[in-house]
């Protein structure tokens, strides 16, 4: 039977279910939003790449009192409004490169169902301590919409303008309403243990850690329902009360896999979760909340949350009133979309935050790409080009310094396999970048344009070392920069069929004709500089 994305289900083959959060609709997209897209989407192309059956999930967060307070700012019913601007998130996709299989709104009919479902599951179980897991009570306390999230007193601050905030900066407002209870309280000791048992389940360690000492400091029971406003999913069987915002987004990532069909072949295959990719402002949300709320359904909770770090702008917050956003679309029209797709996944170590500049980007654009890896492949292929034949050539036996290079080439795949497991997306490339230093020096060092008269046998040899590892390093780096990898291996003539870590030691065959080289990465020239003397 065939699957989402054309697969066929072959049952032996090991699945990867990867989720981004689901942005909220009143933004414009910016870079934050791309960024933790494409990470899962460098997850989703190397699992692919690597054997897996995947599933990568994004979407829209269409309801709430943030997304009703903005559609009526803008004059139009919040329907009208979320079928407008969730258009800009799924335009984004496909400008970044992202491999999305799917695209969930929740303002959809299967979603719907899905949270009811959850809602009715959770109703009808009760706690570890043998309660109720849901009851209806009535909450009276601090609100912050922007965040759509209670807060208590005491970790609000006040102002010089007498407002209170959280401590996301966002004003919270004072709400008095009849609402349904989830009994939190009774899952402490439940998510403990789960935190303790295992310990991959919260990442980076630092997150973990914060998330468990919230958790021992005690559990309030959570209100999951709004009686004050009537954009979202009903209640069931209480109209009156639409379901919490964060209750009904977080659902999303069941219902992308089937549920309430807990016997769906996608459900079976994809749930549990792999990994929830979400940025350090909600991973309480993920991994507190959604663990708990799932268990009281009598659900697996997700095998990984990771929290990514934020980035600033310049050194500058990056916000809507500061006008400092910066619009993915315009940095990939500026610098290209594989250079951005690099410079996000490399320049800062994945879960810490980062600040973007211009002149950050200008640096690894033509130092990572253009001198080191872009300078590589074009050394190499366009002396192939011109004095062994344009094919590839046929190597005899290796020195020391040859193999020392291939073997050096081949271990990256296990180190890009366990770097990626733990979203260590920085050191794989780095791991993949040490290959392409050392290949540097070997060119430097063999001096194949010397061997060309001397010792053409050699020369070949050493051509031939150069271009295996610059088909490993195409492999590999495929995840990042689909489009130029796929230039560079079509560039070494390898087959559509042996671009995955199934053909890691299918090397090179010797006398294949090789296409003319054309170079990879440009250089980044600033305006006017190309003229300067
Ligand atoms: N709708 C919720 C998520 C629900 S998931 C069940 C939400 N949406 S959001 O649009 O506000 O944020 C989406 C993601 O963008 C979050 O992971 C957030 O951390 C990330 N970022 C927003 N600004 C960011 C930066 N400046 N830097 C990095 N990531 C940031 O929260």
């Known amino acids: 039977m065939p699957f989402a994305g054309g697969r066929a289900i072959n049952p032996a083959m090991k699945s990867f279910y990867v989720t981004s959060p689901i942005y909220y609709v009143n933004d414009v997209p910016h870079i934050g939003h791309a960024y933790t897209s494409l990470a899962c989407d460098v997850l989703a192309r190397f699992m692919r790449f690597d054997g897996h059956r995947v599933f990568f999930l994004t979407g829209t967060d269409e309801h709430g009192q943030k997304v009703a307070k903005s559609a009526a700012a803008a004059g139009v019913d919040p329907q009208a409004f979320t079928d407008k601007v969730s258009q800009n998130f799924r335009a984004l996709l496909p400008a970044l490169g992202c491999s999305n299989d799917d695209f969930i709104r929740t303002t959809e009919k299967r979603h719907a169902a899905s949270c009811q479902a959850i809602w009715k599951a959770m109703a009808a179980r009760k706690t570890p301590k043998g309660n109720d897991n849901i009851y209806l009570g009535a909450y009276s306390g601090w609100y912050a919409v922007r965040d759509e999230a209670y807060y208590e007193e005491s970790e609000l601050t006040t102002g010089p303008d007498g407002k209170k905030r959280a401590p996301s900066g966002a004003e919270v407002e004072w709400v008095e309403e009849p609402s349904y209870f989830f009994r939190l309280s009774d899952w402490g000791d439940w998510l403990l243990e789960w935190y303790a048992k295992n310990p991959d389940a919260v990442g980076p360690a630092s997150r973990r850690n914060e998330v468990a000492s919230f958790v021992k400091q005690g559990l309030q029971d959570l209100s999951i329902s709004r009686t004050t406003f009537d954009w979202g999913i009903k209640v069931p069987g209480d109209e009156k009360h639409v379901m919490y915002v964060w209750l009904d987004a977080l659902t999303n990532y069941i219902t992308a896999v089937g549920y309430p069909d807990v016997d769906s072949e996608?459900?079976?295959?994809?749930?549990?979760?792999?990994?929830?990719?979400?940025?350090?402002?909600?991973?309480?949300?993920?991994?507190?909340?959604?663990?708990?709320?799932?268990?009281?359904?009598?659900?697996?909770?997700?095998?990984?949350?990771?929290?990514h770090g934020w980035w600033t702008n310049e050194g500058q917050k990056i916000s809507k009133s500061?006008?400092?956003?910066?619009?993915?679309?315009?940095?990939?029209?500026?610098?290209?979309?594989?250079?951005?797709?690099?410079?996000?996944?490399?320049?800062?170590?994945?879960?810490?935050?980062?600040?973007?500049?211009?002149?950050?980007?200008?640096?690894?654009?033509?130092?990572?790409?253009?001198?080191?890896?872009?300078?590589?492949?074009?050394?190499?292929?366009?002396?192939?080009?011109?004095?062994?034949?344009?094919?590839?050539?046929?190597?005899?036996?290796?020195?020391?310094?040859?193999?020392?290079?291939?073997?050096?080439?081949?271990?990256?795949?296990?180190?890009?396999?366990?770097?990626?497991?733990?979203?260590?997306?920085?050191?794989?490339?780095?791991?993949?970048?040490?290959?392409?230093?050392?290949?540097?020096?070997?060119?430097?060092?063999?001096?194949?344009?010397?061997?060309?008269?001397?010792?053409?046998?050699?020369?070949?040899?050493?051509?031939?070392?150069?271009?295996?590892?610059?088909?490993?390093?195409?492999?590999?780096?495929?995840?990042?920069?689909?489009?130029?990898?796929?230039?560079?291996?079509?560039?070494?003539?390898?087959?559509?069929?042996?671009?995955?870590?199934?053909?890691?030691?299918?090397?090179?065959?010797?006398?294949?004709?090789?296409?003319?080289?054309?170079?990879?990465?440009?250089?980044?020239?600033?305006?006017?500089?190309?003229?300067?003397?």
């Open 266 to 307: 996608r459900f079976k295959i994809f749930w549990p979760a792999s990994v929830h990719m979400v940025g350090k402002d909600i991973v309480r949300f993920h991994a507190v909340y959604w663990p708990a709320f799932l268990a009281a359904a009598g659900l697996e909770p997700p095998r990984r949350v990771y929290a």
């Open 322 to 533: 500061l006008g400092n956003v910066i619009e993915p679309n315009k940095l990939i029209e500026t610098y290209g979309l594989d250079q951005v797709r690099y410079f996000l996944m490399r320049e800062v170590p994945f879960g810490q935050d980062g600040d973007f500049s211009n002149a950050a980007m200008i640096r690894r654009m033509n130092t990572d790409l253009a001198n080191d890896l872009g300078n590589l492949g074009q050394r190499v292929l366009s002396f192939v080009a011109k004095n062994a034949g344009a094919a590839v050539p046929s190597p005899g036996a290796y020195l020391d310094a040859d193999r020392a290079l291939l073997d050096k080439a081949a271990a990256m795949l296990s180190i890009v396999r366990a770097e990626l497991a733990q979203q260590g997306f920085h050191k794989a490339l780095d791991a993949v970048f040490a290959v392409v230093a050392d290949a540097n020096r070997y060119v430097d060092a063999q001096a194949p344009w010397s061997l060309r008269k001397t010792d053409p046998a050699r020369m070949a040899t050493v051509l031939y070392a150069l271009m295996e590892t610059l088909r490993r390093v195409g492999l590999l780096l495929q995840a990042y920069m689909p489009g130029t990898m796929a230039k560079l291996l079509d560039q070494l003539a390898v087959p559509a069929d042996k671009r995955d870590a199934g053909a890691w030691d299918e090397a090179l065959v010797p006398g294949t004709a090789l296409p003319a080289p054309q170079g990879l990465f440009p250089r980044h020239v600033e305006a006017g500089e190309g003229t300067k003397k």
